[in-house]
């Protein structure tokens, strides 16, 4: 745990926590206890660096088989239906 809140910061890391440090804030000064609750959550996700999906969850792999562009296409057809019928 240690190792994570020495490295891995970047801008998204430290925005969450000052998010969760506002959030704190105003969760004392308003006696909000869900506010407050919230801003524990996402000052843990921002110390823990874990989001949403884990860390390193949401990333996409590098490799690729084929783009769209890059795979065969085959012609489509379309019939008309008569709907008066």
């Not at 994570?4 to 704190?24: D, E, H, P, T």
């Amino acid at each position: 745990m240690l190792e994570q809140l020495k490295y891995g910061w970047n801008l998204m890391r430290i925005i969450r926590l000052a998010i969760a440090g506002f959030a704190i804030a105003q969760a004392l000064l308003s006696h909000d206890w869900l506010l407050g609750i919230f801003g524990g959550v996402v000052a843990y996700m921002a110390l823990a660096n874990i989001g949403c999906c884990g860390v390193g969850g949401c990333s996409t792999n590098a490799y690729q088989r084929k783009s769209i562009h890059q795979q065969a296409t085959e012609e489509v057809t379309y019939e008309e239906v008569d709907h008066q019928k």
